[in-house]
């Protein structure tokens, strides 16, 4: 296996062994494999598109493949071999529609390598995984795009889940991918890396559409974080119509729903807020759930990736389950909904009721819930706040935790920035401190929380607002800056959208990604200022100093 996807890569070079997440090397090189029978798909789907022939079933096998690849997404072996076979034989079907409409089928390998075993799957990995590509930079660019696109990918199956698509978007995905079995010129791969972040806007708001006009705008919510006296379900993950289902069916059957990590934002929703079962955020970030999953004593629903493979003596291992993309052996897979149906989750709610109710492990509220419209409704206090100075400057600090010591960075920047700042946050970062006291300026909180980490695409929304209120030409002109933390591929859709917004100097931390070769840093570090993170003090030194 060679990986080197996540900020967690081994050595800050890459997984070669086992990852640090947990994947084990054959899990690794199946996924390879899958990436390579889903170029092959692209290549294909795009050619019969050109000729308005595109086939919609493509979509869904391209964006979920992709999608199970994700650092924590899924670690199930079969589900892998399942995976890569089906995706052979569907690209077999469109060879057949390629050839009925008079179209060549050109010479990739992934066109037409043929395997029917787990054992030749993996095999094929030693040829066609990372370092098959020998040139580091354009190895570097490939594998930023393929990672953007693995992003790109998880956001549309959470809009599509929520029945809305964009083919445009889907089209992107594939002709990206297509590309990157080609032999471009450098140039032409920093283009496509842009236009990756492009579609990454889209993306996010298409996924901002979606979740808004089913459930309604987020509105400043306080989340309760202690515990209730009913056996639970734990639901972690991001996809916020499995969510709709698992309390559609809980309501009323005495078991409540916690949100773990990156599910949090749920309890932000209106929708949501009606269900009597919904008692609030149990613990913190993804890579706490060790320990938090021993004292929730019942059942953990992994609705995406966020999951770390449990410890042989774990007492949860039995309480998993997982759906969607995601997937660990010995778990139990809830599978997909049908056609104009929900999910059906009555198996984890009849384990819940066998089960103690949580123990508490912490107590209090924690507020969030300003997504772009709320914060529009907040904007004149806002403003006049940032004109008189009591706000001086914002600091986005979005992004991704995990279990790096180096992270304790964040929570030491955010206790440390003065007084007359504020942090707006999306996604789990926001753990390392929206439980610190940093208190108000005016009534408005210091840590703004727009949601998930999709939801970064509000705070872009809302400095792109900024901008015109304060009739300014360019979107760095404002007093934001940029201290984003990264983990996995979702954060580099984001990173390549907000590019593609025009936003500089960004510091993104606490690594850098082993993915990038040195020249193609420089790229990144000449064109968009992009820089990495030193010390705490130093670095408020410095984005206090900047415009
Ligand atoms: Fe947390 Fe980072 Fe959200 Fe992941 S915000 S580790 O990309 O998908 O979650
Ligand atoms: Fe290593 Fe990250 Fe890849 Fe896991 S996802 S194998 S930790 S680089």
């Known amino acids: 296996m060679f990986c080197y996807q996540c900020q967690e890569a081994a050595k800050g070079i890459g997984c070669t062994i086992k990852g640090a997440c947990g994947k084990t090397s054959d899990v690794a090189n199946l996924q390879d494999t899958l990436l390579f029978v889903l170029k092959g ?16 079933a493509a979509n869904k096998v391209v964006f979920d493949g992709l999608f199970a690849t994700i650092t924590n997404a899924n670690f199930d072996h079969t589900a892998f071999v399942i995976r890569i076979k089906k995706a052979l034989k569907f690209r077999d079907e469109l060879k057949g529609k390629v050839a009925a409409a008079g179209l060549l089928i050109g010479d990739h390998d992934s066109l037409h390598w043929t395997a029917a075993s787990g054992e030749e799957f993996e095999a094929k990995s030693k040829e066609v995984g990372i370092l098959s590509e020998v040139n580091e930079d354009v190895r570097s660019l490939k594998e930023l795009i393929i990672y953007g696109l693995k992003g790109l990918a998880a956001y549309a199956e959470h809009a599509y889940n929520l029945k809305h698509e964009k083919q ?33 806007v889209d993306v996010m708001a298409l996924l901002d559409a979606a979740n808004t006009s089913a459930y309604g705008n987020p509105e400043v919510s306080k989340v309760n974080i202690g ?28 078991v409540d729903v916690y949100t773990h990590s990156e599910m949090l934002p749920a309890n932000y929703y209106p929708e949501f807020k009606k269900y009597s079962c919904l008692a609030g955020n149990y613990g913190n970030a993804w890579w706490k759930q060790k320990e938090e999953f021993e004292s929730f004593n019942g059942p953990i629903l992994f609705t995406t990736n966020c999951i770390v493979p449990p410890m042989e003596k774990a007492t949860y291992k039995d309480r998993i389950y997982t759906t969607g993309a995601s997937g660990l052996t010995g778990a139990i897979h809830i599978p997909d909904r049908k056609e104009g149906e929900m999910k059906d989750f009555s198996a984890i709610i009849e384990h819940a009721k066998k089960c103690a109710a949580p123990t508490q492990i912490e107590e209090g ?18 403003v006049e706040a940032v004109k008189t100075g009591a706000i001086r400057k914002f600091f986005v600090m979005a992004g991704c935790d995990g279990r790096m010591m180096s992270r304790d960075y964040y929570e030491e920047f955010a206790a440390k920035l003065p007084k007359d700042t504020v942090i707006l946050t999306a996604g789990c970062a926001k753990y390392r401190y929206n439980k610190l006291p940093l208190g108000d300026i005016g009534g408005i909180p210091r840590v703004i929380d727009a949601g998930q980490c999709n939801d970064s ?35 580099v859709i984001v990173l390549l959208a907000l590019l593609h917004l025009g936003v500089k100097n960004i510091h993104l931390g606490p690594t850098l990604p082993a993915f990038l070769s040195p020249n193609v840093a420089k790229v990144l570090v000449e064109n968009f200022g992009i820089a990495g993170i030193t010390n705490p003090d130093k670095d408020i030194k410095l984005f206090l100093e900047e415009a």
């Open 168 to 200: 445009e978007i889907f089209d992107f995905m594939m002709e990206a991918l297509a590309k990157t079995t080609q032999d471009l010129p450098v140039n032409e791969l920093i283009g496509l890396t842009l236009e990756t972040g492009k579609f990454g």
């Open 227 to 254: 515990v209730r006296n009913n056996p639970a379900i734990l639901i972690s993950g991001h996809d916020l119509r499995d969510m709709e289902d698992l309390l559609k069916q809980a309501e009323g059957t005495g």
């Open 41 to 56: 798909i692209s290549i294909l789907n795009t050619q019969l598109k050109e000729v308005g022939q595109g086939d919609k």
């Open 365 to 382: 509220e924690i507020v969030g819930g300003f997504a772009h419209n709320q914060v529009f409704e907040l904007a004149e206090p806002i």
């Open 457 to 491: 695409y509000s705070l872009a929304v809302v400095a792109l607002k900024l901008k015109e209120i304060f009739g300014l030409d360019d979107v760095n002109e404002l007093p934001i800056a940029y201290n984003i933390a990264w983990y996995e591929q979702k954060a």
